[in-house]
């Protein structure tokens, strides 16, 4: 609101006014608001003369073209370019995301029970210790655009998923171009050519680490927790250049808004406001904004401490991390129907209800309604867990998230790629003299990544979680890299932009080659078992809210409950994966080492003992029990299948 920013405004809109508003480029609107980080209003129009370049020293919107390497002739191209490779991810995540994944794993059951009890003012689910509700918030304002059945809930998820996927490119460029650093010395020609090199290394990047780390498939808050870390770091970015009172506030409603979408922006909105606070001393600049930041940020995360703490009952940010830990480097066994032990984790003060030892049977009909409490509810059943730390189990735990990064790492051609290209370019002494100090300078770019990362190895460590860290730090070296663009020969920018191209391609061909067979074959998401199942219940008359048992377990993935609303509320089965024995990993993926045989079991008891255990399951309010596929020698008076599914169903 400077008085040099309105005169510019105000210039943009007579000219536009003079000249007809279809003949003003697009560019320039996009030049206001995608402006290098840093920038001021110029007093005029003018190109300033003399200028040094650097990233404070930028220029208004109608400055754009001696600032940013796009003339008037060539803007519509670059716009051009802009709206293609959005398109493109569009088209690619659209993909992914509608035919990787057919079924709501069990993070998205637990977020979906939460957007549903939104509207319904349950605000004891909705302010849940564990699972964040700035997600689900967005799903419950979407649904209702969408006919009200599973199909139209299917679809509503995956356009938000694709909105947030723009957005996370949006946040992402925003964050390339608040560490580009400025231009005015060199020609017209070679601002564009720069300009271009950027916008397609970070489409590459972009595209490896938001669809073939992560990706729209998955429901889950992670993607929008990446684009609100690259807006956070470009809004940090811009206020260590040019603090000011708007870009505090910017930044502090980022964080805050981080918080409410996943609980681990907490630790790493206190890293970027200190790392932010450090930079602005280091550049001999006052802590105003950076302190407006922090106050911003504290308004907008104690309202949701304060609704998480009276859903538990005490004071707390959330129970995730320190959940996680517990079941990840205590080796706490986890994350269902705990009962207690070994000895150092202690014991639940209100655990599941145990209704019979051997084969064991669970009982969680209360206190809560969603579809599976177990794992939905896991704060409240662990309740009483013993906290500690260990030397010993640290240490372990730090080895094992480590080596799952190296192997991430390893899968990933983009990685290859970049070592690749900055070993051949470090060849050279003249570039390593030029490069690494500008690399240097973006510590504050680079810092809370690898400290947001080094949080996820002390403790629990999976790919999703670090796309949005893995880019920023991608991001760093083609920073440096593009201040030096313009002295490198056409020729060998054409080459880099290609490996990092078909090393893009080749991750989406890795990680999502099954995706694409699918959409070519048009495998739909309904043809899959459980989905099967839930039409067939359907079908048998059951309603929403209807109480169903299991047989084998955990049940955390049970998209047929949720498809029709059922609640599981006992289940046979479903004991605690215990980590101790064997190496660190999920309780789906140790199944094979520690496989749950309730169901075997079941099927080969005797029927006097199959009707004992049938009833303490109708006991529970269960109006029906669901049974995975039998031996053709078992007994199963009663029993039904259920067509193309392989799952069997006892009414009662």
């Known amino acids: 609101l400077s008085p040099e920013c309105v005169s510019g405004s105000f210039g943009v809109l007579r000219r536009s006014l003079a000249c007809g508003w279809r003949d003003l480029p697009f560019s320039r609107l996009q030049a206001f608001l995608?402006?290098?980080?840093?920038?001021?209003?110029?007093?005029?129009?003018?190109?300033?003369?003399?200028?040094?370049?650097?990233?404070?020293?930028?220029?208004?919107?109608?400055?754009?073209?001696?600032?940013?390497?796009?003339?008037?002739?060539?803007?519509?191209?670059?716009?051009?370019?802009?709206?293609?490779?959005?398109?493109?991810?569009?088209?690619?995540?659209?993909?992914?995301?509608?035919?990787?994944?057919?079924?709501?794993?069990?993070?998205?059951?637990?977020?979906?029970?939460?957007?549903?009890?939104?509207?319904?003012?349950?605000?004891?689910?909705?302010?849940?210790?564990?699972?964040?509700?700035?997600?689900?918030?967005?799903?419950?304002?979407?649904?209702?655009?969408?006919?009200?059945?599973?199909?139209?809930?299917?679809?509503?998820?995956?356009?938000?998923?694709?909105?947030?996927?723009?957005?996370?490119?949006?946040?992402?460029?925003?964050?390339?171009?608040?560490?580009?650093p400025g231009l005015s010395s060199v020609s017209a020609s070679e601002r564009r050519s720069q300009g271009e090199f950027l916008l397609l290394a970070g489409y590459s990047i972009f595209l490896c680490a938001e669809i073939g780390i992560d990706g729209p498939s998955r429901i889950s808050p992670d993607p929008l927790v990446d684009g609100l870390f690259f807006a956070a770091i470009g809004a940090s970015s811009r206020m260590i250049r040019l603090p000011s009172a708007a870009r505090g506030t910017l930044l502090g409603v980022i964080l805050g808004a981080g918080y409410w979408v996943k609980t681990i922006f907490l630790p790493v909105s206190v890293v970027v406001l200190i790392v932010t606070g450090c930079a602005l001393l280091m550049k001999r600049r006052r802590l105003r904004s950076a302190i407006l930041a922090a106050a911003v940020w504290s308004a907008l995360v104690l309202p949701l401490a304060a609704g998480i703490s009276w859903s538990l009952g005490r004071p707390t940010f959330g129970e995730s991390g320190a959940l996680n830990y517990a079941f990840h480097v205590n080796l706490l066994p986890h994350y269902t129907n705990w009962q207690g032990g070994p000895a150092e984790n202690g014991r639940p003060i209100h655990p599941t209800r145990m209704l019979l030892k051997d084969p064991p049977l669970f009982e969680f009909a209360e206190p809560f309604h969603n579809t599976y409490p177990p794992f939905g509810n896991a704060v409240y059943w662990y309740e009483g867990y013993r906290h500690f730390w260990s030397a010993r189990y640290q240490a372990a735990a730090i080895a094992r998230n480590l080596f799952y990064l190296a192997l991430l790492l390893a899968r990933q051609p983009l990685a290859y790629a970049i070592l690749g290209i900055f070993a051949v370019l470090l060849l050279r002494p003249s570039?390593?003299?030029?490069?690494?100090?500008?690399?240097?300078?973006?510590?504050?770019?680079?810092?809370?990544?690898?400290?947001?990362?080094?949080?996820?190895?002390?403790?629990?460590?999976?790919?999703?979680?670090?796309?949005?860290?893995?880019?920023?730090?991608?991001?760093?070296?083609?920073?440096?890299?593009?201040?030096?663009?313009?002295?490198?020969?056409?020729?060998?920018?054409?080459?880099?932009?290609?490996?990092?191209?078909?090393?893009?391609?080749?991750?989406?061909?890795?990680?999502?080659?099954?995706?694409?067979?699918?959409?070519?074959?048009?495998?739909?998401?309904?043809?899959?078992?459980e989905w099967r199942l839930a039409a067939y219940l359907r079908e048998e008359g059951l309603q929403p809210g209807d109480k169903v048992g299991a047989i084998g377990g955990p049940n955390a993935e049970c998209t047929w409950a949720y498809v029709d609303g059922l609640r599981i509320v006992a289940e046979l089965g479903g004991i605690p994966y215990d980590p101790h024995p064997g190496p660190h990993a999920h309780w789906w993926s140790n199944r094979k080492q520690n496989p749950d045989s309730s169901a075997e079991d079941f099927w080969r008891s005797s029927a006097e003992t199959q009707a004992s255990i049938l009833k303490l399951f109708q006991g529970t309010g269960a109006v029906a029990v669901i049974a995975p596929a039998r031996s053709p020698q078992a007994n199963a008076p009663g029993w039904k299948s259920a067509p193309g599914s392989g799952v069997w169903v006892y009414h009662f």
């Open 34 to 180: 995608m402006k290098p980080s840093g920038s001021r209003f110029a007093e005029d129009d003018r190109p300033a003369e003399g200028r040094t370049g650097l990233a404070e020293e930028c220029t208004c919107a109608v400055e754009f073209e001696a600032q940013t390497g796009l003339p008037a002739g060539t803007d519509r191209r670059f716009s051009v370019l802009h709206v293609l490779l959005a398109l493109s991810i569009l088209i690619v995540g659209a993909v992914e995301g509608w035919y990787k994944r057919a079924l709501y794993s069990t993070d998205a059951i637990s977020y979906l029970d939460i957007s549903k009890a939104i509207p319904r003012h349950d605000w004891k689910m909705v302010f849940n210790a564990l699972w964040s509700p700035g997600y689900p918030l967005l799903i419950a304002l979407i649904r209702p655009l969408f006919p009200a059945n599973a199909p139209g809930e299917w679809t509503a998820i995956h356009v938000l998923n694709l909105c947030i996927l723009l957005f996370a490119w949006i946040a992402f460029l925003f964050l390339f171009r608040s560490v580009q």
């Open 431 to 529: 570039f390593r003299r030029a490069w690494t100090p500008r690399v240097r300078s973006c510590w504050p770019i680079f810092l809370p990544a690898l400290l947001a990362i080094g949080m996820y190895v002390a403790s629990h460590l999976e790919d999703r979680y670090l796309a949005g860290y893995l880019a920023t730090l991608a991001v760093v070296p083609f920073a440096a890299l593009s201040a030096l663009q313009p002295e490198l020969p056409r020729r060998r920018s054409a080459i880099i932009l290609s490996v990092l191209a078909l090393a893009a391609a080749a991750s989406l061909a890795t990680a999502d080659r099954a995706a694409f067979a699918a959409a070519v074959h048009h495998k739909a998401y309904s043809d899959d078992p």
